[in-house]
């Protein structure tokens, strides 16, 4: 099975220093969703795995063997992101003639059907289409291309909810009856909440959380009651967060002692992705520089 390993990567841009020494595993037949505030480094690094930019330190492997300047790596890899460009009028189709030389296939069934879901006319030249729809043009790419690691940096910029929807099942489906992996990076949480298995949280230039979907799910608590009991009941427990009103205390951790019994005064209720994800990355974003 192939993997994508991620070992020390670092990357500069001048004082700035948005990857600080990046670890983590792509494996096969995976749905990733890696989240992190505006500026964390999402894009830069999946340029790096697509050399557009190189790390300052650290490699990317591709079945142990670096993917920089690699090409049959390279081959093996597709970006989709905002900043793709393609020549002057093109047409649609030509678009996907262009990516099938470029990549030796590319799946012309799937991006018929793509294109009747989404109601896009494929003779229609990219440049006269509007932001959501070469979005969508992007998308049906990403979805044919023959690539193992398909990177989706931002991949519903500008769609509109239905045509989100639309999406999200289409690459379920397509995920279903041709698994390979899926790098999502976005900021819309709750949607992609209920798609990824897995997900990586990029903070401060590093991986500050690498773990499955269910785990995580079944793991977050929010806490909330008198301090003192919360803290009584917690026992020392680590939390991400804990915020005090009054003489009320809710804490977030992934760590609640759930075989104790909670005492009277005191709730315990579920936290979403989404919640975690705000209190794994409240003081985040921007890395201030050293
Ligand atoms: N080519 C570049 N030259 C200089 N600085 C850069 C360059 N590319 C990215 N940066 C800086 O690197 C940091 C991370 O940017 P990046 O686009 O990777 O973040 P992101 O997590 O994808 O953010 P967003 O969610 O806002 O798209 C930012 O501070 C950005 O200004």
Redo the contacts with the bound molecule.
């Keep these: 099975m192939s993997k994508l390993e991620f070992k020390q990567v670092t990357r500069n ?2 004082a ?1 220093k ?1 990857l600080r020494g990046v670890n983590m595993t792509w494996e096969a037949g995976q749905l990733y969703g890696l989240l ?10 999946m340029k790096i795995v697509n050399n557009r ?1 190189f790390p300052t330190a650290g490699k990317v492997l591709l079945d142990g063997k670096s993917v920089t300047e690699n090409a049959d790596a390279q081959n093996r890899i597709f970006l989709m992101s905002a900043a793709m460009l393609y020549p002057g009028d093109s047409r649609i189709e030509q678009l996907f003639t262009l990516t099938r030389e470029m990549y030796g296939s590319f799946d012309d069934e799937l991006a018929a059907h793509l294109a009747k879901a989404f109601g896009l006319d494929p003779h229609q030249r990219f440049r006269k289409l509007s932001t959501g729809y070469r979005t969508i043009a992007k998308l049906i790419i990403a979805l044919c291309v023959p690539c193992e690691f398909v990177m989706l ?2 991949p519903v910029l500008g769609l509109d909810a239905n045509n989100r929807e639309i999406f999200y099942q289409e690459l379920a489906n397509t995920f279903a009856s041709k698994p390979r992996t899926f790098i999502i ?1 976005s ?1 819309l949480i709750e949607e992609i909440e209920n798609l990824v298995t897995h997900v990586f949280v ?1 903070d401060g230039g590093t991986i500050t959380l690498d773990e499955d979907v269910a785990d995580l799910t079944a793991k977050g608590r929010v806490v909330t009651g008198p301090t003192a009991l919360v803290h009584e009941w917690l026992g020392g427990t680590c939390t991400l967060r804990e915020v005090a009103l009054g003489g009320m205390l809710t804490a977030y951790t992934l760590d609640a002692p759930l075989e104790k019994p909670v005492p009277a005064g005191v709730t315990v209720g579920g936290m979403d992705l989404q919640q975690m994800y705000l209190e794994l990355t409240r003081n985040g974003g ?2 201030d520089e050293a």
Excluded: P, Y
Excluded at 36 to 45: F, P, W
């Design positions: 841009f001048g700035n948005v992190g505030r505006n500026g964390a480094g999402k894009s830069t690094l930019l940096d931002e990076a900021h990029l921007e890395v």
